[in-house]
């Protein structure tokens, strides 16, 4: 593993040493091109300094470096121990036993990779957890020349295009992200991405790119640590998302704190300077829908959303900062000012009937706490028992019990206790027969619904059965179409109209060509020794008291039984004949 010790040279440039396989392999004064050299030929994993600070204010092309490589590179403050910080020369007698009254740069640079291997100092956070992906134009467009205009119009189309395939892929990844469009005359001419996730990470997704007019630089957001508030405070924090954003940072008493717009404001800038008041709770909007900027932010943050039940009017909006009376500068600041004011509104009775009910009881801290559980959904109740078992876990007492004196502190917590929880208790039984009822109407509502629901399967099973019936009506319509119309063609020659009368029951020696209606088959004209033929099998259609005759299938039919009665005539004699015989015998 190789370890790179860096220190500031005069002349703005770097001594470096790298240390690997247990010596120094290189060493010397450049620039930093030479540093990134040097992370290509060695793969450095570990970058060593003596002080943070100097590297910020004097090394700041390193640190632009150290966000642009291809991996992410862990730093070491090698001077900074638990206690505080030590001299380099006190580490080094300490370390190496070379007694030092002064370290040239090279030399502090060795010592710096030899220290940082053996695991002395402690690492420091040079990025965010954040990474920029930047599209920008490679080429000037100053005023002046005809192409100008359809040049800007092609960059914005590239950057446009370019944009929506990252876009595309960070969706893919499922990366979190915002992203922020720079324009100038109407035309973009560039496009931000600040990815929540590391370096490494966002480039296994999207690859730097450089072509003649446009560009794609990916690099790690340095860090930038807010101020730690002075005590724990909850926050409402009104947003106006946009190209610029505004932001509003106000307590749960509604006293503002402060206001603030700037451009390109990603959700991580925001919660860093959100952070040097407090935490926040509730995040505020002006408009009824939500922005995807507010709904994240909150998201990131674990705060409720709050937005009005309308998009708020100008007239609103000024009589709310008349109210206020707080100078907010530009309109995002003030936007998000009346977004903050109208979410404390909307939560103030139930924190001043907290404070009224239970102000005696609990401290200042405790009360904060309540109302943050209040916004986050919590019923008065629920949030006063939370707060005070959150006084009991971070309060150390010692209480002296005797016989002859009861512990009248012990008593009073008790009370006090006791009277939230039947607090909570009375409410909870109203909850509970709020919830009994919902229950009830829930339940009527779903017996109604399947009573519904069945009464349309039976519907549904009768549409079925009726459309196959009516295909079925359909297709013997369709069939009678073509019979009668092959009847009108053929009538005359092949086919006659037959009146009912002239359809007799058969039982015997009618004539040949008889229509029987008694008969079904031949074989059924045959058994009953008649000539006749069977109606069923000759009559092509019915018209009311009349049949339409085939007279070809009558004649095949008369045919068909004549053949059958004479070969059944024939088998009768030789039958007679036999027996007559054996009856000689």
């Known amino acids: 593993m190789a370890v790179l010790g860096v220190d500031i040279a005069p002349g703005g440039l770097f001594a470096y040493a790298v240390f690997e396989n247990e010596e120094v392999v290189e060493r010397g004064v450049g620039d930093v091109h030479r540093l990134a050299q040097l992370f290509k030929k060695y793969k450095i994993e570990t970058l060593a300094v003596d002080n943070l600070g100097e590297l910020f204010q004097y090394g ?25 910080y030590v001299k380099m020369e006190e580490l080094v007698g300490r370390y190496f036993g070379v007694e030092k009254g002064h370290l040239d740069p090279l030399e502090t640079a060795a010592y710096l990779a030899m220290l940082a291997r053996r695991g002395v100092g402690a690492p420091v956070k040079l990025f965010e957890e954040e990474t920029i992906i930047l599209i920008h134009r490679r080429i000037s467009t100053t005023p002046g020349g005809m192409s100008r205009n359809r040049y800007m119009r092609n960059v914005t189309h590239r950057i446009k295009a370019i944009a929506s395939k990252i876009e595309a892929r960070l969706k893919e990844a499922r990366l979190d992200y915002d992203l922020f469009l720079k324009e100038e005359s109407g035309e973009v001419t560039s496009a931000k991405f600040v990815v929540y996730a590391n370096r490494e990470v966002v480039r296994r997704y999207v690859k730097p790119m450089r072509s003649i007019d446009i560009a794609v630089a990916i690099f790690s957001a340095p860090a930038r640590g807010g101020k730690a508030p002075a005590r724990e405070r909850f926050l409402i924090v009104g947003v106006d998302p946009g190209v610029v954003t505004g932001i509003a940072v106000m307590t749960l008493d509604g006293e503002v704190l402060d206001t603030v717009a700037r451009r390109g404001f990603s959700r991580g800038d925001v919660l860093r300077y959100v952070s ?35 998009d708020l009017a100008s007239e609103e909006k000024a009589q709310i900062l008349e109210k206020i009376r707080w100078r907010a500068v530009t309109s995002h600041e003030r936007d998000a000012l009346v977004a903050a004011y109208r979410a404390y509104q909307e939560y103030r009775p139930k924190f001043e009937k907290l404070e009224k009910e239970f102000g005696s009881i609990l ?14 959904g919590y019923s008065i109740a629920q949030a006063v028992s939370e707060a005070l078992k959150r006084r009991e876990e971070r309060e150390v007492r010692v209480v002296y019990v005797t016989v002859e004196k009861p512990c009248a502190a ?18 909870l039984q109203k909850e509970l027969e709020e919830l009994r009822r919902e229950y009830a109407q829930l339940r009527r509502a779903f017996d109604d619904a399947k009573w519904r629901d069945a009464k349309y399967r039976e519907l549904q099973s009768r549409i079925e059965a009726l459309s196959a019936l009516v295909a079925e009506k359909e297709r013997e319509v369709e069939l009678l179409k073509k019979t009668f119309v092959e009847v009108l063609a053929s009538y005359g020659s092949r086919y006659r109209l037959l009146h009912v009368s002239e359809v007799v029951d058969c039982r015997g020696g009618e004539a040949v060509g008889t229509i029987c209606r008694n008969i079904d088959s031949v074989d059924d004209a045959v058994a009953r020794g008649t000539i006749g033929v069977p109606l069923r099998q000759v009559a092509k259609l019915q018209l009311g008291d009349f049949y339409v005759v085939d007279l070809d299938m009558v004649r095949q039919l008369t045919e068909l039984v004549k053949q059958r009665l004479e070969k059944r005539e024939v088998v009768d004699i030789r039958k007679i004949v036999e027996q007559y015989r054996r009856g000689l015998v």
């Open 410 to 427: 012990r008593d009073e917590s008790l009370a006090t206790r006791l009277k939230a929880l039947e607090y909570e208790n009375m409410q």
């Open 60 to 84: 700041k092309p390193v640190v632009r470096l150290l966000g642009k490589l291809p991996y992410v590179v862990n730093v070491v403050e090698v001077t900074r121990e638990a206690e505080g």
């Open 276 to 310: 040097q008041w407090g935490v926040p709770v509730l995040v505020a909007t002006d408009v009824a829908e939500a922005p995807d900027f507010v709904r994240r932010l909150a998201t990131m943050c674990g705060a409720a959303v709050y937005t009005p039940g309308r």
């Open 363 to 376: 401290k200042f801290d405790q009360l904060e706490y309540a109302k943050a559980l209040v916004v986050r």
